[in-house]
């Protein structure tokens, strides 16, 4: 039986670099660890590490209490650091990073008028649809609930409890999640 | 305060073009330098490791351009353990 192929939204990868995240979003690290045992195969764009860099940065501005303050305020020991953080994700067993064909900036526009989505979901979803011509049964895994129902439309899309048989017991945001099984 | 009279005797206007050069060279032939040059070796020594450049191969199963990477299986316990000591 082939292993299931899914797709890593930017959320599910900062979920598991950003140890407040973790804790409070255990599910997706859960997969990620499935992912790792090669339950899964997971794919991503360099444009969603991008993303969990720029998470990353914001974290630790706001950590270090300068996130309002519009000059350069980390240094490059910790932007060193966060970039190896990226490095060491992208050697989990059983993940990928592809390069999608160029997309043109208008389709971007049109995705965003068609489903209404953020233009960067609608970049992820663009990428998604790249992958599908390779692998048709791709899944889009993100807990963003506006991108799980309108990304619907043009792909396959799951919440990371869906491949779990439970909520992780010590996952923070068990009691309010909607997600929660 | 050594920085500050230093500044301000170079910038001395009596003080010609050679002789301003030979103070500078002067300055680094001392501790000063060779602090900051072991500084220098400090940072290095405590730093991490160059990030790795992003260089596509082709998969040979999908044919998909993909981000060449080394599999390892610690790294997600890697990730952990780097990103905790980032936040703590």
Redesign the interface.
């Given at each position: 039986m082939p292993i299931p192929n899914i797709f890593l939204d930017t959320n599910i990868i900062a979920d598991?670099?950003?140890?407040?995240r973790?804790a409070k979003y255990a599910c997706s690290y859960e997969l990620?660890?499935k992912v790792?045992k090669g339950q899964f195969k997971a794919w991503s764009v360099?444009y969603a590490l991008s993303e969990t860099l720029g998470i990353?940065k914001g974290?630790?501005e706001e950590?270090i209490g300068t996130k309002d303050i519009s000059r350069e305020t980390l240094s490059a020991?910790?932007v060193?650091?966060?970039?190896?953080?990226i490095?060491?994700?992208?050697?989990?067993?059983n993940f990928?990073?592809?390069?999608p064909e160029h997309i043109p900036q208008a389709e971007i526009f049109d995705k965003v008028k068609s489903i209404c989505v953020q233009a960067t979901d609608a970049l992820v979803l663009l990428s998604v649809l790249h992958?599908k011509k390779?692998?048709p049964n791709i899944v889009l895994v993100t807990r963003d609930d506006k991108l799980l129902v309108r990304g619907k439309k043009l792909v396959s899309t799951a919440h990371p409890i869906d491949f779990l048989p439970s909520c992780p017991t010590k996952c923070d945001s068990k009691s309010i999640c909607r997600h929660r099984k | 305060m050594f920085a500050f009279e230093m500044f301000q005797s170079i910038n001395n206007a009596s003080v010609d073009a050679p002789q301003k050069l030979r103070m500078i060279t002067r300055v680094f032939g001392t501790p000063y330098s060779e602090l900051a040059s072991l500084a220098k070796e400090i940072m290095k020594a405590i730093?991490?490791?160059q990030?790795?450049k992003?260089e596509?191969v082709t998969?040979s199963t999908?044919?998909?351009?993909?981000?060449k990477?080394?599999?390892?299986?610690d790294?997600?316990d890697?990730?952990?353990q780097?990103?905790?000591?980032?936040?703590k």
């Amino acid at each position: 039986m082939p292993i299931p192929n899914i797709f890593l939204d930017t959320n599910i990868i900062a979920d598991c670099v950003v140890p407040l995240r973790r804790a409070k979003y255990a599910c997706s690290y859960e997969l990620v660890q499935k992912v790792e045992k090669g339950q899964f195969k997971a794919w991503s764009v360099d444009y969603a590490l991008s993303e969990t860099l720029g998470i990353l940065k914001g974290e630790k501005e706001e950590r270090i209490g300068t996130k309002d303050i519009s000059r350069e305020t980390l240094s490059a020991y910790d932007v060193t650091q966060m970039v190896s953080v990226i490095d060491e994700f992208r050697k989990t067993n059983n993940f990928e990073v592809f390069a999608p064909e160029h997309i043109p900036q208008a389709e971007i526009f049109d995705k965003v008028k068609s489903i209404c989505v953020q233009a960067t979901d609608a970049l992820v979803l663009l990428s998604v649809l790249h992958l599908k011509k390779k692998l048709p049964n791709i899944v889009l895994v993100t807990r963003d609930d506006k991108l799980l129902v309108r990304g619907k439309k043009l792909v396959s899309t799951a919440h990371p409890i869906d491949f779990l048989p439970s909520c992780p017991t010590k996952c923070d945001s068990k009691s309010i999640c909607r997600h929660r099984k | 305060m050594f920085a500050f009279e230093m500044f301000q005797s170079i910038n001395n206007a009596s003080v010609d073009a050679p002789q301003k050069l030979r103070m500078i060279t002067r300055v680094f032939g001392t501790p000063y330098s060779e602090l900051a040059s072991l500084a220098k070796e400090i940072m290095k020594a405590i730093s991490y490791p160059q990030p790795i450049k992003w260089e596509y191969v082709t998969d040979s199963t999908t044919g998909l351009r993909v981000l060449k990477s080394e599999k390892s299986p610690d790294a997600l316990d890697n990730v952990c353990q780097m990103s905790n000591e980032l936040f703590k």
